[in-house]
């Protein structure tokens, strides 16, 4: 089933629960009401809003993340449910004791899967992938090459401008990029706890501040996708703001394109849980193949959003 993302940006909100249902009431408005059950994503944009203890337990017992957003809209913090698979102790032991091979080979695939969205997307805009395709095939174990690091140096400029610099505190272009990325985040932590993994214990991110090291490298192949809704915002010489609601809802509805991944069409937000159940196997079985993001998105999928 695909799950609700749910933001909460008017001022002054509360939320509560009854019978299962989130409770949303606005200033000079009529309650609406979400089932508990289909919220993945509860994003809370307001610095006004209230909720109580059981919005936050009923969320996460029904397995949603909840994210909370500071005063530049970007996400501040993350709760995610620690009861998330009925196999998760033995999912944990085996991903604690993965070989370094493994997690290289599945790093490997990641890089790869990256270069290649990449170079997807410069060709939608520029008509030539510029060498990306051909550097993504080139991927060692590990990438001790570092092509990560080389494609992001060509693919910046040419994406956005000679002059463009990635800088996670700027505004505009960078800090539509930065929610874009955060969400995503969001939803593959959510998707990789649900499918019984430790989120902090990563393959290749391994800063020992971050607990979601892990949601992190599984982000890496799905970030173009961010980058190609970005592009599209400024096609029109605008440049996005966060403070503009539509910018944030144009971000979240990514959840809804449909994609291919690992063969099959399926909504962003399931195609993670796709990504997140082959990571599972590659780290926990002897099966290597990850299902990872193939193009970019096929057209809308069908998508409800309350606020």
């Known amino acids: 089933m695909l799950r609700k993302t749910v933001e909460i940006a008017t001022p002054g909100t509360r939320l509560s629960v009854a019978h299962r249902q989130l409770v949303i009431e606005r200033p000079e408005a009529k309650p609406a009401t979400v089932p508990i059950e289909d919220i993945g994503v509860l994003i809370v944009d307001d610095r006004r809003a209230s909720y109580t203890q059981a919005v936050l337990v009923e969320l996460l017992a029904a397995g949603a993340t909840v994210m909370i957003s500071g005063r530049d809209h970007l996400p501040a913090g993350m709760m995610l449910p620690l009861d998330a698979h009925h196999v998760q102790t033995e999912r944990h032991r085996a991903q604690v004791e993965a070989s370094e091979p493994t997690r ?66 700027a505004d505009g272009i960078n800090a539509a990029l930065n929610y874009g990325y955060a969400v995503v985040r969001a939803a593959a932590a959510r998707a990789i706890v649900a499918s019984g993994l430790i989120p902090s214990l990563g393959v290749f991110h391994k800063n020992r501040g971050n607990p979601f090291c892990l949601a992190d490298d599984l982000l890496e192949p799905y970030r173009p996708f961010v980058d190609w809704r970005v592009k599209l915002m400024t096609l029109d010489g605008g440049a996005p703001t966060l403070d503009d609601r539509a910018t944030r809802a144009a971000l979240l509805s990514l959840f809804n394109e449909t994609v291919l991944v690992g063969g099959r069409r399926s909504p962003l937000l399931l195609a993670l849980q796709a990504s997140a159940a082959s990571l599972c196997r590659a780290l926990t079985s002897d099966d290597r193949k990850l299902a990872l993001p193939e193009g970019l998105p096929l057209g809308p999928d069908l998508f409800d959003e309350e606020s």
């Not at 990560?148 to 401008?161: C, I, K, M, S, T």
């Open 104 to 169: 290289k080979q599945i790093w490997r695939a990641l890089v790869s899967a990256k270069l290649s969205q990449q170079a997807c997307v410069l060709t939608h805009f520029a008509g030539d992938g510029h060498g990306l395709a051909e550097m993504a095939r080139r991927v060692r174990s590990g990438d001790p090459d570092n092509l990560e690091a080389q494609g992001a140096q060509r693919y910046w400029p040419l994406l956005f401008g000679k002059d463009f610099r990635r800088d996670r505190a």
